[in-house]
């Protein structure tokens, strides 16, 4: 059974820093790339970032790009969101979600970690 489990999510002021984790079982991890989604309260799911299955290529979303870093460690099946300078806007419930390739959609998405941003 593919399980991801997310971590991290707080509440912290602007301009603060969270790194999330995601935390995967039940598949060869590092067959498959990997991405975060978000979303926000009454708003659509938003891509954040996605990175290839080992790891050298990376993409962000507009929004992300500078301030947020994804990365992952095959041997403990994890991946991560590293997010410096958070603002407000970035309050969301984020999800890491598996992909059979990068770019790609994915298939299997976790049940979500929440980060609130607020002063």
């Known amino acids: 059974e593919v399980r991801l489990v997310e971590s991290g999510g707080e509440t912290v002021q602007p301009g603060g820093s969270l790194r999330l984790s995601c935390a995967a079982s039940?598949?060869?991890?590092?067959?498959?790339?990997m991405t975060w989604v978000r979303q926000a309260p009454e708003k659509g799911l938003e891509w954040v970032a996605g990175?290839?299955?080992?790891?050298?290529?990376?993409t962000y979303a507009e929004f992300a790009e500078g301030r947020f870093t994804i990365s992952r460690d095959n041997a403990k099946n994890t991946v991560y969101l590293q997010m410096n300078n958070l603002k407000v806007e970035d309050t969301a419930l984020y999800y890491c979600?598996?992909?059979?390739?990068?770019?790609?959609?994915?298939?299997?998405r976790g049940q979500g970690t929440q980060v609130t941003v607020s002063s």
């Open positions: 039940g598949f060869l991890f590092s067959d498959y790339a």
């Open positions: 979600a598996r992909q059979d390739y990068f770019g790609g959609p994915y298939d299997y």
């Open positions: 990175i290839n299955n080992g790891g050298s290529r990376t």
